[in-house]
């Protein structure tokens, strides 16, 4: 058949019969069903019940209004360094809430694990608070906050 085609569409053929070429074409159609197989994955919410869900976990922002009667606290206390396999991390240091009268209501370690350095979201309902927190600059400080439905209150300790 090759002998009755024309030399440019013959040159072809022997093109596309090359060993690269084949392995070309094959990793071509491997990255093609490769994206459209991981843009297919279901995307997992953090904390979901499912525990057969495949995909990737993304970090979930609270609906600031989805529950009118509580809002969100972020402390920006001071940090202490701690140090991992030669690097450096700086974790915010933990902080007292106490409520408007005075009373304890809770510790919080404000972030996850030593290398975390990002402060913890705390739910708290709406009203006056007294945070009791480390700052790099004045040591011990005692600040009043107020708890607005629906919003976050960032607290920078050092600014």
């Given at each position: 058949?090759?002998?009755?085609?024309?030399?440019?569409?013959?040159?072809?053929?022997?093109?596309?019969?090359?060993?690269?070429?084949?392995?070309?074409?094959?990793?071509?159609?491997?990255?093609?069903?490769?994206?459209?197989?991981?843009?297919?994955?279901?995307?997992?919410?953090?904390?979901?019940?499912?525990?057969?869900?495949?995909?990737?976990?993304?970090?979930?922002?609270?609906?600031?209004?989805?529950?009118?009667?509580?809002?969100?606290?972020?402390?920006?206390?001071?940090?202490d360094e701690f140090i991992d396999g030669g690097i450096p991390y700086n974790p915010h240091s933990p902080y007292v809430v106490y409520t408007g009268d005075g009373k304890f209501l809770r510790n919080v370690e404000n972030h996850i694990s030593p290398s975390d350095e990002i402060p913890e979201l705390v739910k708290l309902a709406s009203g006056p608070y007294t945070v009791e927190a480390r700052s790099a600059s004045d040591s011990y400080v005692r600040v009043r906050v107020v708890i607005k439905p629906g919003r976050p209150t960032i607290l920078n300790l050092d600014r």
């Open positions: 058949m090759e002998a009755n085609l024309p030399r440019k569409t013959t040159k072809y053929i022997n093109y596309m019969k090359s060993p690269l070429n084949n392995l070309l074409l094959k990793t071509a159609l491997l990255l093609v069903s490769l994206t459209l197989s991981v843009g297919s994955l279901r995307i997992a919410q953090a904390g979901s019940k499912d525990r057969l869900s495949v995909g990737l976990v993304l970090p979930v922002m609270p609906d600031f209004h989805a529950d009118a009667t509580y809002g969100y606290l972020l402390v920006y206390s001071a940090t």
